[in-house]
């Protein structure tokens, strides 16, 4: 408690000056991590390409623009430098914001920012495992006896990118609904109430997040949103909220 008094105090007197130099001096760590993990991921492009191809077993990728494959190669290190270096960023930011709170308010949004970035990836995980998979079998035989799937590599990788971030802030779901019930806003019986509306929001929210149209997709996503909801709602139990 001394330490914690002392932090605040310290943060306390720090003039508005100190405060954006030590914002950034965070921000430019940040950005340095980031660029070095763009260029590593351009040094193994080759290898990252190919993880991604990997659920397309079997397609023809062409380039049908000069040059198209750089540009491509480019925005795969960049976005995959993005992901990997984002527990580096939220941890510049819980360092800077850190000195700044009481005890009970970091008891409650650290943790929820470290299971922010834990469900980021376990949903990025969960959309290359199973949904990008799943979609790509449906499209890939789709109409396959009548035309012959050649593929831009470069609308592949915008497919599996929009699938994967959508996914991934989809997996947020839980965390909204602990900041709602710890804020007051809605309580753990008030969500619980109202999950016949939920399945039905679900339903849409899965239509838009898989771009394909199989029932298969849809409903692997459909559960998942769900199992999110409800475990949010066991949190917030837990919390007595």
Known sequence: MIKKIYTKNQSDNMSLIEHLEELRSRLFSAFIIFCIITIFCL????????????????????????????????????????????????????????????????????????????????????AYTILIPAALHFLINYGSDIVEPFWSFDEYFNFILILLFSTGLAFQIPIIQIILGLLNILSSQYMLEYWKYIVFLSTILSAIITPSTDPITQIFMVLAILSLYFSGILILKTLNK
């Open 43 to 126: 040094i193994y492009i080759k290898d990252i390409s190919f993880l991604l191809e990997q659920p397309a077993s079997g397609i023809k990728f062409l380039q049908l623009a000069p040059g198209e494959y750089i540009f491509v190669s480019i925005k795969i290190a960049i976005y995959t430098a993005f992901i990997f270096s984002s527990p580096f960023i939220i941890y510049q930011i819980i360092k800077f914001i850190l000195p700044g709170l009481t005890t009970k308010e970091a008891l409650y949004i650290i943790p929820t920012l470290i299971a922010s970035i834990i469900l980021f990836f376990i949903g990025i995980t969960f």
